[in-house]
């Protein structure tokens, strides 16, 4: 996951239609190599935003953790979660506001390594309802 990364964002919006747009993500190892922190700077909706993630393993609990922040809100999400036994995904749960409706909402992310070059991640939520609904995929290609 280090290194930089060009990223498309498909961001459903309902009736089965999408914004899509393009970042860029620069990540690198932190804290003396035991976490990766993953920045994304871009514009939404005219807005400058940043979102900044860190994504690390807990030996004492045996699962990997993330913490998400976003320019655009005042909390952060952390999360913790297992890789698959192939070693492709990584699933993490744990909880975040839903800004569209201002509660806190349980939250999946999903980062799936399709190859050296490529990995997806995505953001699920559910809602108080019991629904999911994805809120987010990230798309990282290698830049060369």
Not at 81 to 99: A, E, F, L, Q, Y
Request: with cysteine; charged share 25%; net charge positive.
């Amino acid at each position: 996951m280090e290194g930089s990364w060009d990223v498309i964002l498909k961001i459903p919006i309902g009736n089965g239609k999408y914004i899509d747009g393009k970042t860029f993500c620069k990540a690198e190892w932190v804290v003396e190599g035991r976490f990766i922190q993953m920045e994304y700077n871009n514009t939404f909706q005219g807005k400058p935003l940043t979102v900044v993630r860190y994504l690390g393993f807990d030996r004492y609990k045996n699962k990997y953790t993330k913490t998400h922040f976003e320019s655009t809100h005042i909390d952060m999400m952390n999360s913790e979660g297992t890789i698959s036994s192939d070693g492709k995904i990584i699933t993490c749960w744990g909880n975040h506001v839903d800004v569209s409706i201002n509660k806190s909402v349980k939250v999946r992310t999903v980062t799936t390594f399709v190859d050296n070059d490529t990995f997806v991640l995505e953001m699920i939520y559910t809602n108080p309802d019991g629904k999911d609904f994805k809120t987010v995929t990230l798309t990282h290609k290698s830049k060369l």
